[in-house]
Structure formats: C-alpha cells, structure tokens
C-alpha cells in the first residue's frame, strides 16, 4: 500500500518556485531519503507530507485519501504522521525517562514502564535516564529525541536533518536504530539530509535539486547508475573522462563518442609495471585502504583503491576496468 502518492505538486514563496511538479509515491513500511543541497526544497515537501503545508497544485494522497492541509484542520497535521525537525522537540525540566513515558499516551502504568525500559534501552540511554536533557550529550540528547518520537507510536516518522548537529558517527549510529525500530514495528519512514553518506542507510533516494527530482531510485541503483554527474559525485568519489580521455586511458573499452564516462576508484584495476604509463603520485592512508592518484602522461589525474599498500610513490601502473564499469552520462 502506498502511504503517500504525491502528484504534480508545485510549491512557490511569493517569488519562487521551491517544488516544480514533483511525483513520486512512498509505500508503506518503506525507509525513503530525501537528499538535496540546502534551498532545493526538502523541508517544503516534508511539510506537505506532513499535513502542514498546502501545495499550490497537484495532489498529496495520504493512504488514498486526500491529504486535508492546514485550511482544512484546526489542528495541522495528522496524529499518524510524527514530524521531527532539528529544534529539538525535549522537555527540558524533567528526566530523560519522563520524557519518553510523557510520549506514551493512552497506556496503563505498567505498560508505560516497560515500553519506557525497552525505548531507553534500544537508543542506549538507560545509564543516562534519571539526568536531564541538558546534561546529555548531543548525540544522546538527538537520540531521545528519536526515541520521544518512536515513543507516540506513529506510522509515518518524518525526520528533517535530525542529525545535522551530530558527527558522522553518532549521526549513522542513531540511523540505523532508527531503521532496525522502524523495521520492527514497520513504521514508514522519510527522512530528509544534506549528507548523502546518510541517505545510503534507506530503501530509495529521492535526489531534489532547484525543486526538482532528479532521479528516485533503489540505494544501489542511484550509487551504481547515477542520473547525472552531479548526483554521481553525490554519493562517493568518481574519475570524469571526456569521450577523449576515456579512449586514451582504456583503448580497450568500446567507445561512445558523445558520453562523458564515470568510473568509481573502485572499478579501476592498477598493475605494477615499470615503464606503464601511469605514475603513483600519491598515497593515502584512508582506514580501511590507501588511495591512490595516479598522473598518466596524458596528464590526466586518476583515483584508485589500493586494498593491500601495494604501491608507493613514484611507482609505474597499468590500469583496467573492472566489469567494464564505467557510467555513461
Ligand atoms: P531545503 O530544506 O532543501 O533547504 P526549503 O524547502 O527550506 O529547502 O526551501 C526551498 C526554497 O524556498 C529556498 O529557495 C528557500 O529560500 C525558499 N523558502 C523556504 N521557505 C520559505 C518561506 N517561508 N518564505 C519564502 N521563501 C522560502
Ligand atoms: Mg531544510
């Protein structure tokens, strides 16, 4: 079942456009990430998906029904739909377990006290429950949040940036228990970011720019198959080459003469090979693996993965393509 079917829905502030006939739907249960850079219009289509916000035209469908805006209801918003934007929506005086049992409502007391030990303990806050919000750090105090949030037992949680003020670790710690409790409760969930590193934890991407989609797709699909060479460069490090310099690099590969080609450092393949054309200008130390820019004598700079430290400076390699994996844009 759908929960939200959007239909050509446009969105202007008195001189601009902020959405321009945006259609895409999000079923039920599903984790959907909304990525765009700031001002491409997310927090507008939150608002809409929440009940908040009017579209000027087109059709906002909440379980197949007419989406009623805040013309219609008294009281904006849904009770089935839980907004959490980045002011932090905490009771400040009272205990981190008080706030998440003020959330339960409508359950007896034992009830409460078990639905309260089981939230603290999924977001990793019971050591933390008897303080105030205040002395909480920034990623526990985000996390109850969530758990406030979780807590109300919504169908559809929609999240704008909730972890803008978090570093990259608490903020994906945080995502994926979101996503486990989400999964376990099959709760729908939008959530709305500026890291695309975080978007890669959902189902789908939804990729907005200037109020446009730009492309919706499978996590994989976005990563593998990116629509332009901006969203490609999105999510992850990507070599650019002119038809030219495709040709140049790999003679081998069959050529389109009009595409610009993406290629990913992982998809590249290097030999050590003295006298190759390629030279190793550069070694760094990433975790994991080393990366590695290559000059070729075309001039051209080129990334690669090195899994092993295979390589040092000043070394000559060979390159290939792996599975023939380049993006043609
Ligand atoms: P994002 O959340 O992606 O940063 P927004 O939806 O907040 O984008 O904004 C989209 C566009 O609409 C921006 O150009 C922004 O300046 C404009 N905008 C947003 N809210 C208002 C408002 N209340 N009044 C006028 N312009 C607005
Ligand atoms: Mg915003």
């Given at each position: 079942m759908n929960v939200f079917t959007i239909r050509q829905v446009m969105k202007g502030y008195s001189d601009e456009l902020a959405l321009s006939s945006i259609s895409f739907s999000v079923q039920q249960g599903e984790f959907l990430a909304i990525v765009g850079p700031s001002g491409s219009g997310k927090t507008t289509l939150l608002n809409i998906l929440g009940g908040l916000m009017n579209p000027d035209s087109g059709k906002v469908l909440f379980k197949d029904e007419e989406m009623e805006g805040p013309d219609i209801r008294l009281v904006p918003g849904y009770e089935e739909?839980?907004?959490?934007?980045?002011?932090?929506?905490?009771r400040l005086k009272i205990s981190v377990e008080d706030n998440i049992r003020d959330a339960l409502l409508g359950y007896?007391?034992?009830f409460k006290e078990e639905k309260t030990a089981i939230l603290l303990d999924f977001f990793s806050l019971t050591p933390f429950r008897k303080k105030r919000p205040s002395q909480l750090s920034g990623g526990q105090r985000q996390r109850l949040v969530i758990a406030r949030a979780m807590a109300s037992e919504p169908e559809v949680l929609l999240l704008d940036e909730p972890f803008s003020a978090l570093d990259v670790i608490n903020s994906s710690l945080a995502l994926s228990e979101i996503k486990s409790l989400a999964a376990e409760t099959n709760t729908t969930v939008v959530l709305v970011t500026h890291q695309p590193q975080d978007a890669l934890q959902a189902d789908r991407i939804l990729v907005l720019q200037e109020g446009e989609v730009q492309q919706l797709g499978?996590?994989?699909e976005i990563y593998q198959t990116p629509a332009s060479v901006e969203v490609a460069k999105l999510f992850g490090p990507i070599n650019i080459f002119s038809p030219e310099e495709f040709q140049q690099h790999f003679p081998d590969q069959p050529l389109?003469?009009?595409?610009?080609?993406?290629?990913?450092?992982?998809d590249i393949i290097f030999e050590q090979k003295p006298g190759a054309s390629l030279i190793v200008e550069?070694?760094?130390?990433?975790?994991?693996?080393?990366?590695?820019?290559?000059?070729?004598?075309?001039?051209?700079?080129?990334?690669?993965?090195d899994f092993q430290k295979r390589c040092e400076e000043?070394?000559?390699v060979s390159i290939e393509l792996k599975n023939d994996h380049g993006m043609s844009f």
């Open positions: 739909i839980k907004v959490v934007r980045q002011d932090l929506d905490l007896n007391d034992d499978r996590v994989e389109n003469s009009k595409s610009i080609v993406g290629v990913r450092p992982e550069d070694v760094t130390f990433m975790g994991s693996h080393y990366l590695l820019k290559l000059k070729s004598t075309f001039g051209k700079e080129i990334m690669t993965y000043g070394d000559q």
